[in-house]
């Protein structure tokens, strides 16, 4: 059986030879916020269907696409690999299936990473469309995509998760918001498995373990970034507020009309953030 190293080095050949850029920087963009990967230039678009082993993604407001392209910088074009779309766990793939994408962007050269997810507010400060910095995590997925023989060309053993979601990339989307007129909060993401809702209790449980946020993606691809040294910013869009903090049934629905409200504040946020995560 071929090793993930290798497959990975070979679905990111497969990807740079399809283009003249050479990105630094990957995003992943998640429900309802594909659309900033539309506005890069110079751009190819490559379906993940057409990735060696790339895993494709069934969840609905995920476009399925890698787009490498550039955005214009007051100093010059940033080359950009934009993931429109990711895979989760609740589509019946494994952890290390989930983090494959992850896997790939360090064998393109990628070095800094930016994750961004729809997410439930359990905090009571946020309000729907509300943007959150993640400063860390709490893995209630019930896997880990490191489990099971580690691969030293991909990074050790024991990985140290401490600044997992880099201090120094959150201060300078603090700096770049107040620019903008942007409120950006900063919270603990809760990652669960999914597909279903949480519960009014299990969201009272969250709360009390500290966690302001929940979904079902990022978890995985954090510490897979974390385990080749990848920095990272990662950003949720509050798009509902989680299950029992308002009386109102939760819908996929709202999540994508959500990050279609905000995704000009968003792609502006991104715009910015970007040229600094470049220097």
Request: hydrophobic share 45%.
């Amino acid at each position: 059986m071929t090793d993930q190293f290798t497959l990975a080095e070979s679905a990111a050949q497969f990807i740079l030879a399809r283009t003249p850029l050479r990105p630094k920087i990957g995003v992943v963009l998640g429900s309802g916020l594909g659309g900033f990967a539309d506005s890069l230039t110079d751009a190819t678009r490559v379906p993940y269907a057409d990735i060696p082993c790339f895993p494709q993604s069934t969840a609905i407001g995920h476009a399925g696409r890698l787009i490498v392209g550039n955005v214009i910088g007051k100093a010059g074009n940033i080359a950009v690999a934009a993931m429109q779309g990711r895979v989760h766990l609740y589509e019946g793939y494994s952890a290390q299936e989930v983090v494959f994408p992850i896997r790939v962007f360090a064998r393109m050269g990628i070095r800094a990473l930016i994750i961004t997810n729809a997410a439930g507010g359990i905090n009571l400060s946020y309000s729907q469309g509300a943007l959150v910095l993640i400063r860390d995590h709490i893995n209630l997925q019930g896997t880990n995509p490191l489990a099971g023989l580690n691969d030293d060309r991909f990074g050790v053993r024991f990985p140290d998760m401490t600044h997992a979601y880099s201090r120094a990339y959150r201060e300078i989307a603090r700096e770049e918001a107040g620019k903008l007129g942007i409120t950006l909060h900063e919270g603990v993401y809760a990652g669960l498995l999914g597909p279903s809702y949480e519960t009014p209790a299990e969201i009272e449980y969250l709360r009390r373990i500290g966690a302001d946020l929940v979904g079902m993606s990022t978890v995985a691809e954090v510490i897979a970034a974390c385990h080749m040294g990848i920095n990272v910013l990662a950003i949720s869009c509050v798009t509902n507020m989680a299950a029992g903090i308002l009386d109102q049934p939760l819908s996929h629905a709202d999540v994508l009309e959500t990050g279609e409200r905000v995704k000009t504040t968003f792609e502006s946020l991104l715009r910015a953030v970007l040229p600094r995560l470049a220097e």
